[in-house]
């Protein structure tokens, strides 16, 4: 099986643009989470998504958004981009029952300036 | 909630000698625990994970780590480390029945000493 895939892997964006971040999960896994790390924050939850449905959303401004489709893949969006939006996108999928185990992608690095 | 808690930002130890990376939590309701691992420009992966059943799980790699309701604690530990351990630690745990989120402490940096 092919692992989760984040596209693109580096990123760079002036303040005030938008950003699009995508995620492509294991075949067959449902459930598509999102996570920011950040050196000064450590490993934040963004928003959990099952079956095109936002499941939980963590403590992130309205700015931060996200979507999944039919074959669950799933994007997020950042609006309004601040510098300290500068970040590793972690998307981590599982399977239906989601609690044992979290596959991550290797990450999109953005860089605001 | 949850929290977790890394005690040390950074261990640097000599290679061969053994390493314990602690890991506190709190919770008030049942959590799973992890132990993920980060190399340099990469994700996370899964180093092991206590679900239920022994309290010692080992990873396939040498490591492993000890559930300890009492103590509230899941260090991770190796009694022989080498130069390719060198990454990031994260200690992660997850609410049984809750949402599907995990919850990380801040991570503790392995150097490996030649």
């Known amino acids: 099986k092919a692992g989760v895939t984040q596209t693109p892997r580096y990123l760079i964006k002036t303040r005030g643009q938008q950003v699009t971040l995508s995620c492509s999960p294991i075949s067959g896994h449902r459930s598509v989470s999102w996570y920011q790390q950040t050196p000064g924050q450590g490993l934040q939850f963004l928003f959990e998504?099952?079956?095109?449905?936002?499941?939980n959303k963590g403590n992130f401004p309205g700015r931060f958004s996200g979507r999944q489709f039919s074959n669950s893949r799933s994007e997020m969006n950042v609006s309004t981009l601040e510098l300290g939006d500068s970040a590793l996108y972690l998307c981590?999928?599982?399977?239906?029952?989601?609690?044992?185990?979290?596959?991550f992608g290797q990450g999109t690095r953005l860089t605001v300036v | 909630a949850q929290s977790v808690t890394q005690l040390d930002s950074q261990v640097p130890v000599f290679e061969e000698a053994p390493v314990e990376l602690r890991c506190n939590y709190s919770?008030?309701?049942?959590?799973?625990l992890f132990w993920y691992v980060q190399y340099p420009n990469q994700g996370l992966q899964l180093l092991l994970k206590y679900l239920s059943g022994s309290t010692l799980v080992e990873s396939i790699n040498g490591f492993e780590a000890e559930f300890n309701k009492s103590q509230t604690s899941f260090h991770l530990r190796k009694p022989s480390v080498h130069i390719s351990d060198t990454a990031e630690y994260f200690c992660?745990?997850?609410?049984?029945?809750?949402?599907?989120?995990?919850?990380f402490g801040q991570g503790t940096r392995l150097t490996i000493n030649p």
């Open positions: 992660a745990v997850i609410h049984i029945q809750g949402a599907q989120k995990l919850v």
């Open positions: 919770s008030s309701v049942s959590v799973y």
């Open positions: 998504y099952f079956s095109e449905t936002q499941r």
């Open positions: 981590a999928s599982s399977d239906v029952g989601g609690h044992t185990e979290a596959f």
